[in-house]
């Protein structure tokens, strides 16, 4: 018997331990959208939304996704933004080769240094010392492997005033060229280039997936000499900058607040400059106020102010504010179901630890079937409560456990531990 006793014990024990080792339960979880994808890739992989922002927790622990069959799928969440610290720039040296007038327009040819040979050599950015103090240059930029035949890449500007400069040139694209040509409009004074470089900005090529652009939800509020511009950003979007879309010609500093819901003061986090101008011969433009190191940072701002300091001039004539914000993906493994759904917001549920993050940086590398998701469901969850903190999970436990503990000590009462 009391071999018996001790075996029912262990059974008890072992019974008691695996009420937290189960699978997840689909209650719970209040809003849902289909994953819709059509392609046979091993991997899978979608953009998180606003609205998915807007309803999941703020860390994004409570997403989970699930088959037809509503079984649990391991994913992965990247975020390309969080990885930028690790990315640094390309640069190689332009040797100028050749540089002549033809009407007016000053023509300057440039040969890349290349530091390995036999390696393309990439670049998606110009950027020149110029020896001049006060100048505006119109340029058309062009592109050659060969030095014989020039693609047009776009027209620019660079410019050096007493308040502000510009020395680069963004090309859009990424490029293999082996020469560059650079064409100064109008330049009868011959403006003197030094030296020059390509630049290959990988961050920036990477980050384009992974940012959107949209209007964003202001107030403007003209006060004395001020004006006051109020964000409000409920669905907790991790936002890079804010662009003022203006036609007028302004120079103004502004002052940037921040304040969350749990909060009564805005705090300050930093002050700058913003300015357009764009005259017939003259064309100079900073603005967006940027805020990167908050989009990196698991600080989420809830409302954002601005304060834009007018002196004496009229307030801007703002059309628009626009604001681009990092988007996260998900990645998970196709099991071979025909349909998958996205499950988000759930107070109650932990961040879940798969295998597949371990692997991720891999995954990053295989061939991965971008989806869509449709429209947001709310789902039938019965006797949720939005605000509630109770965990159920816990109190079943305690329940399990206590009736555990008196079955036990019924056994060793009628047992007595004696041997039959």
Not at 212 to 231: C, F, H, P, S, W
Not at 267 to 292: M, P, S, T, V, W
Not at 374 to 391: A, F, G, H, M, Q
């Amino acid at each position: 018997m009391k071999k018996i006793s001790v075996g029912l014990i262990l059974i008890l024990i072992f019974s008691m331990n695996l009420t937290g080792f189960g699978q997840e339960s689909l209650d719970g979880w209040v809003y849902s959208k289909e994953i819709n994808h059509s392609r046979s890739d091993e991997y899978k992989g979608f953009f998180l939304d606003e609205e998915v922002y807007r309803y999941a927790k703020r860390d994004l622990s409570d997403i989970r996704i699930i088959n037809d069959k509503n079984e649990f799928i391991p994913y992965y969440i990247f975020n390309k933004y969080l990885m930028g610290e690790r990315e640094v720039n390309v640069e190689y040296d332009l040797k100028k080769i050749l540089s002549y007038m033809k009407k007016n327009h000053q023509y300057v040819d440039f040969q890349i240094v290349s530091k390995e040979e036999n390696v393309d050599v990439l670049g998606n950015e110009l950027e020149f010392q110029v020896e001049k103090d006060y100048f505006l240059k119109d340029m058309k930029v062009y592109g050659s492997y060969d030095n014989e035949k020039w693609d047009f890449i776009k027209n620019d500007n660079i410019y050096r005033t007493n308040e502000a400069e510009k020395l680069s040139v963004s090309l859009d694209h990424v490029y293999k060229f082996t020469y560059y040509r650079v064409v100064l409009i109008n330049d009868v004074e011959e403006t003197f280039i030094k030296d020059s470089k390509i630049i290959f900005n990988k961050r920036e090529v990477e980050y384009k997936d992974y940012e959107k652009r949209k209007r964003a939800d202001y107030k403007v509020q003209n006060k004395g000499k001020e004006t006051i511009i109020l964000l409000n950003n409920e669905n907790h979007l991790r936002i890079k900058d804010i662009k003022i879309v203006s036609d007028d010609d302004f120079k103004r500093n502004y002052s940037l607040y921040y304040r969350n819901h749990r909060e009564e003061a805005f705090n300050l986090f930093n002050r700058g400059e913003i300015y357009q101008i764009k005259l017939k011969n003259f064309k100079a433009e900073e603005n967006h106020i940027r805020l990167n190191e908050f989009s990196k940072s698991t600080h989420f701002l809830d409302e954002i102010k601005i304060l834009i300091d007018n002196k004496d001039n009229k307030p801007i004539g703002i059309k628009e504010i626009e604001v681009t914000y990092y988007i996260d993906k998900v990645v998970f493994k196709d099991d071979g179901s025909n349909n998958y759904k996205v499950l988000f917001y759930n107070k109650d549920e932990k961040r879940p630890d798969y295998d597949i993050q371990t692997y991720k940086n891999h995954i990053e590398k295989e061939n991965q079937e971008i989806c869509s998701l449709s429209y947001l469901e709310k789902r039938d969850v019965k006797n949720i409560e939005e605000d509630t903190e109770i965990d159920y999970n816990i109190i079943l436990n305690v329940i399990i456990t206590l009736i555990s503990i008196f079955l036990l000590v019924v056994i060793i009462k009628k047992s007595g531990f004696k041997d039959v």
